[in-house]
Structures are given as C-alpha cells and as structure tokens.
C-alpha cells in the first residue's frame, strides 16, 4: 500500500555535493520517524541521519556537519543534503520510513536504494 522512491543519486568529485530525495506515497495517514541508511558492497547498511515526525535530528558522526536531513510533511517527502563528500561516502543510499497506514497498522518500508559515488 505505500512506496518510497529515491533519487538524486549519481557519480560526483570529492569535496562535491548531491542532495538525494525520498518521496512516499500510498495510503498514507502519517509518517513517524523518516531515515536515510547506506550499504557498500561487503559492507552492513548503517544508520546516515534520522528525523522524527515530531521535529530534530541525528547523524552519525561521520557524516555530521556535513549531511543535512530535511522533511516536508505535507509532501510526505524527506529529503539528505549532501556536501564536502569524501571517497568513503560512497555506497547505496536507502530511505525508510516507519508509516501509520489510513487502516491503523504501521509498519516500516524501505526505498529501492539509490547509489552514489564519489570519485577522488
């Protein structure tokens, strides 16, 4: 009932910059906590940058000052700022979003992932 699709990914210097969009849509009454992930190859899929519905953020420590998350609500998107990116950035981004359907039930959904590199 809900899909989430990314964009904004592609191929960009060091030191650039790239701003990756989320948009939800579907039978959706509300959206809790939106987050972006990012998986290498071999690599787990760890935590970017998370925002709840409720206002404020957090990053991890290796993207923070440099990532920015930002949500539009009545959009029902969110999207990840991206600047002075670094080699070690590179990987597939995901979004994800834990969402009240219109029926009651929530549940978390995750985007098809987009990928970004950045080449030194």
């Known amino acids: 009932q809900v899909q989430l699709v990314e964009s904004g990914g592609g191929l960009v210097q060091a030191g650039g910059s790239l701003r990756l969009s989320c948009a939800a849509s579907?039978?959706?009454?509300?959206?809790?906590?939106m987050r972006w992930y990012r998986q290498a190859p071999g690599k787990q899929r760890d935590l970017v940058a998370a925002m709840p519905s409720g206002g404020g953020t957090n990053y991890a420590d290796s993207v923070k000052g440099r990532f920015t998350i930002s949500r539009d609500n009545a959009k029902n998107t969110v999207d990840l700022q991206m600047n002075s990116l670094k080699p070690e950035d590179t990987a597939v981004y995901y979004c994800?979003?834990?969402?009240?359907?219109?029926?009651?039930?929530?549940?978390?959904?995750w985007g098809q992932g987009t990928q970004v590199t950045v080449s030194s």
């Open positions: 994800n979003a834990v969402v009240v359907l219109t029926t009651g039930y929530r549940y978390s959904y």
């Open positions: 579907g039978s959706i009454f509300s959206i809790d906590t």
